[in-house]
T-cell receptor, first 115, second 112 residues
């Protein structure tokens, strides 16, 4: 069984640029959630995708957007990068938003640095 | 919005000691999860709790889902050096859909 994988592992961008982060969910999981973790803090929920549709969103501006593909992999896109976007971005997969109980399994994250 | 208060923020203990940390929420949760995160890595699930009063063990780790559904605790018995890391509680509110709300973490240091 393959766990959650994310790419790239590290990324450096400049303010105003755009970035795309990728996530492959664990085998058999159809739900992907994205979190932002600033240094020294707990992860903050960005949004969740279930069967290619957005299924809940946290308190993040519209320049944070996402996609989920038919194979349940997912992308997180951030436009007009700001310095405060520097963080570890975590992807978590789970068996299904419609099934209870739901447990989320995390990937290793992508470390984004905005200069 | 939902808030999770996790305490203590940090702990410094000797190898072999027992550890206890807890989380309280401002709203009722229907799921409590405990994760451990090592530097530069994603959180790793330790224990999942789904019912009020549930007590679950995973080796030297024991966690409980509080009766009020607004709190949970994690105990680690006979700590060892590899227990070092940041422990996070996370919960799913009955009003929050599928999102997880995380605590701020407990940094555990174990001195050999």
């Amino acid at each position: 069984e393959t766990g959650v994988t994310q790419s790239p592992t590290h990324l450096i961008k400049t303010r105003g640029q755009q970035v795309t982060l990728r996530c492959s969910s664990q085998s058999g999981h159809n739900t992907v959630s994205w979190y932002q973790q600033a240094l020294g803090q707990g992860p903050q929920f960005i949004f969740q995708y279930y069967r290619e549709e957005e299924n809940g969103r946290g308190n993040f501006p519209p320049r944070f957007s996402g996609l989920q593909f038919p194979n349940y992999s997912s992308e997180l896109n951030v436009n007009a990068l700001e310095l405060d976007d520097s963080a570890l971005y975590l992807c978590a997969s789970s068996p299904g938003a419609g099934s209870l109980p739901e447990t989320q399994y995390f990937g290793p994250g992508t470390r984004l640095l905005v200069l | 919005g939902q808030q999770l208060n996790q305490s203590p923020q940090s702990m410094f203990i000797q190898e072999g000691e027992d550890v206890s940390m807890n989380c309280t929420s401002s709203s009722i949760f229907n799921t409590w999860l405990w994760y451990k995160q090592d530097p530069g890595e994603g959180p790793v699930l330790l224990i999942a709790l789904y019912k009020a009063g549930e007590l679950t063990s995973n080796g030297r780790l024991t966690a409980q889902f509080g009766i009020t559904r607004k709190d949970s605790f994690l105990n680690i018995s006979a700590s060892i050096p590899s227990d070092v890391g940041i422990y996070f509680c996370a919960g799913r509110s009955v009003l929050g859909g599928s999102r997880l709300t995380f605590g701020e973490g407990t940094q555990l240091t174990v001195n050999p």
